[in-house]
């Protein structure tokens, strides 16, 4: 039995998200190793969580000091060093309004429920807006706020406003996506969704798991401004495209916008699990006991996202994200040319979407052949997943410190498994196996 035969018959399937048969024994930088020895290019960096690659050396040292002699194993109840400076380093990076105190949990999901519970208890505004294909994670509080159709079955809560999230690929345009969006919500405050009611708006910079969806220019100084009018709190989730990644150190900075609210995940652990929450102080210190699991702020999670973050500043990661970003987006431009399948291929840094269709003209959703195009790119030793309303946007979220090299070699093994697809060499079957999502 291999190694992903034995993941399927030990490990429930409710957390499966697969698109090829993945299995891997180790790690290094940019490269998973499989069970023979195989390396695999990792262009998904398990969802970006792996910021800094595979076993980095200084998420390691960080992970071993804190292990070495443990303050405890939570910040509940008691204070310990890396929960502190990773607060302070937070604060120290986050600017303006948001800077006042730091929330530490575990997930995305946790910290944005907490976000949506604070805002209402706090503001004692009841209703709150996000956008229509937003994630903002997989717990109950924080699907009640998200607005992925992928999430079925999920109750929404009962104060939530979905609205349209600008799409320039596929609304007409920038201007005419950011108009019909920014009208839309407009009329909504000004009738049927009182503003004094509403607490807060979620939103992401770039819509990630919606299909990597770079909002128009401006779009988001405009409502930045409807916000402000109305005392409605701006939230930027970063879990996915925060620190450094878009060739920022905030994605919210390609916006021009400074949010109340902000929260990190993913990549701030460098792969282990801690999310955080910064945010205004009124807000931040609304109650104690107000949002906690046992765990959270625990100094093996916290060291390790101090050592990310020291890691960021001191070897430049968001200029080099920034560049090889470039780098790479060009390569998937030209790639664009060579390939009718390509739609449309978009981001910041290295942060992209690559988005398939079946007819350039009417843009139809290729969806199926984007489910091939992964799992042949997988046979090939390359891994990268999709997202989408659709289902039809290879997502490519790297390790910040990939190579130029690495890039190259990557679009190289793109080229190949988009070219197998669309000459039939990928057969149904085998992509059957896996649902994705
Ligand atoms: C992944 C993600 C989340 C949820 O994070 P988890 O670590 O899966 O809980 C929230 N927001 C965004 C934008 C994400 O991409």
Redesign the pocket.
Known sequence: MNLYERDQRALSSMASLRFFPQAAVGGEGAYLIDEHGGRLLDLSAS?GAASLGHSHPAVRAAVDRALASQAGASYLSGANIPAIELAERLLSIVPGRAAGRVWLGH???DA?ETVARAVVAATGRPRIIAFQGA????TVG?MAISGHPAQTSVQRAPGLTLIPYPNAYRDGGESHAAAAALRHLEDLLAGPLPPGEVAALFL?AIQ??GGMVVPPPEFFQRVEALCRRHGILIVA?E??VGLGRTGRMHAFQHLGIEPDIVVF??GLGGGLPV?AVVGPTPIMNYRAAFSFQTVHGNPVCASAAVAVLDTIREQGLVDHAAAVGKHLKNLLADLKKRHSLIGDVRGEGLAIGVELVSDQATKTPAKHQTAKVAYRAFELGLVLYYVGVNSNVLELTPSLPLTHDEATRAVEILDQALRDVTAGRVDDGSVARFAGW
């Open positions: 969802w997930s995305g999901s944005n994630y903002h994670g997989g924080s992401e990630s798991d989730d879990v996915k995940g993913k999310s």
